[in-house]
Every structure is written in C-alpha cells, then in structure tokens.
C-alpha cells in the first residue's frame, strides 16, 4: 500500500519546467477548443440550399464530406480531452485513472489519426489552393464561406498540430503495427464513403468532376502514401526531439 501512494506521489509532482510547458500548453489547446467550438457554430448551420447556383446547393450535403470536415470534426473531440488531460496534470492529478485512460486515447488518437490526417489534408489543401482555387470550390462558395474560414480550417489546425508534437512528450511505441492498422482503417473508411459518393453522382471537390478512373485511384493511393510518410516521420522526429527519454502515460 505505502508503494502505491509512493508511486502516485511520483507522477503528481510536477517540475518548475514542467508546469511552464503545461501551462503553454492549457493556453494553445484551451484557444484551440474556443476556436473550433466557435467555427463549427459558425460553419455547420449555413443552408446552401438557399442559393440559386446549383454548384453551391450541392454543398448542403456534401459539407460533412469534405476532408477538412473529417479532420476538424476529429479535432473538436480531442482538443478538449487535451485540455482536461493537462489541466489535471497542471493540478497535480495526472496520476488518477481516468486520466491516464484519457491520455492513453488521446496518444493513440494523436499519433495514428489526427496528426497524419490534418498534415495531410492542410498540406495538400494549400498545394492545390494556390495551384487552382477553383479545383477546390467555387468561387462563389466564398459569399456563404469567408476567405478567412480556410485559414481557420487549414492554416490554424496545420499551426497547433505541429505545435502540439513538439510540446508533448511522446516516445516511439514497442510496435507500429496497430497504429498502422487505425489509420489504415481511418482512411479506409473515407475513401469508401468517397468512392460511394462518385458513384452517386457526388464529386465532392470539383477536382473530381471530370477525370479519369485512373486519376482517381492516384489520388487515393496519394492519401495512404503521404499519412503513412506523415505517421512515419512524426516518429522519426520525436525519437530526435526527445532524445530517446521515456515519459509513459498510464
């Protein structure tokens, strides 16, 4: 029993050093939770069906397929359990279990879906943005969704990921293989709810409207290819940045 309360007074105490990155980190995550709370309100109840142009009508049902959808909808779960998970940690509770179980999901959650599926996503948004906007949306679309949205989708999202690699401690997992497994079957989920919606008619980004079935399988093999270097770098960058030292959440 003294041994239990020993180890349980070892994971509450906190360093001075420590506290200082927690509290970074309450600030960037409590800010990103308003911001994501704030964008959904903002977003989710536009009623494009209201517009004359049928190009933005479409989007009344297709707004929850998008991409950007996905990873921000993710995000808008996690972000809050971050900020719960550290401020408890902030408080001296991080040894509770509840709180250890929620930092186990949100590790897992983390490394093998949201950090591959937003470098993704907001890389490969601004790639062809600057290439060809209207590849992405119409330019019309932007009455209903300001410029400014895009960047809180995919500049801000893009930001507090990276920062959120570098400023929680995270150590190279005994075996890949069942985080591969997750992402695989992330992605596997969306590019089957996107091959369902082509054939339905449903495009989803204009890119798609008119090419061949050969562009469309490069682009889905595109989205394996580019989340799994994603998910294999993050490991290779945080065997670096943390130097090999072992920080375990139980």
């Not at 490069?218 to 993050?234: D, T």
Request: contains cysteine.
């Amino acid at each position: 029993m003294q041994n239990i309360e020993t180890k349980k007074s070892q994971d509450s105490f906190i360093s001075d050093s420590d506290k200082a990155i927690l509290r970074t980190r309450i600030v960037i995550f409590g800010l990103q939770s308003l911001h994501l709370v704030f964008l959904a309100l903002y977003l989710l109840p536009i009623d494009f069906s209201v517009s004359d142009d049928p190009r933005i009508k479409v989007y009344n049902n297709r707004k929850l397929k998008l991409i950007t959808s996905w990873v921000n909808v993710s995000m808008l779960f996690y972000y809050p359990i971050c900020l719960y998970c550290d401020c408890r940690q902030y408080w001296g509770q991080g040894a509770s279990h509840h709180v250890r179980t929620l930092n186990k999901l949100r590790h897992t959650a983390f490394s093998n879906l949201l950090y591959p599926a937003t470098m993704f996503a907001d890389t490969l948004f601004w790639r062809i943005w600057t290439r060809d906007r209207e590849l992405i949306s119409p330019p019309e679309l932007d009455v209903y969704v300001p410029y400014w949205t895009y960047h809180s989708m995919h500049t801000v999202s893009l930001a507090v990921v990276l920062l959120d690699l570098a400023l929680v401690p995270r150590t190279n997992p005994p075996s890949k293989i069942p985080g591969l497994k997750m992402m695989t079957a992330y992605i596997t989920a969306y590019v089957t709810m996107f091959i369902t919606s082509l054939l339905r008619g449903d495009s989803i980004y204009p890119l798609f409207e008119n090419i061949s079935c050969i562009h469309i399988i490069s682009f889905i093999v595109l989205m394996y290819a580019e989340n799994l270097l994603h998910f294999v770098l993050q490991w290779m960058f945080i065997d670096l940045w943390w130097g090999r030292r072992k920080h375990t959440y139980k």
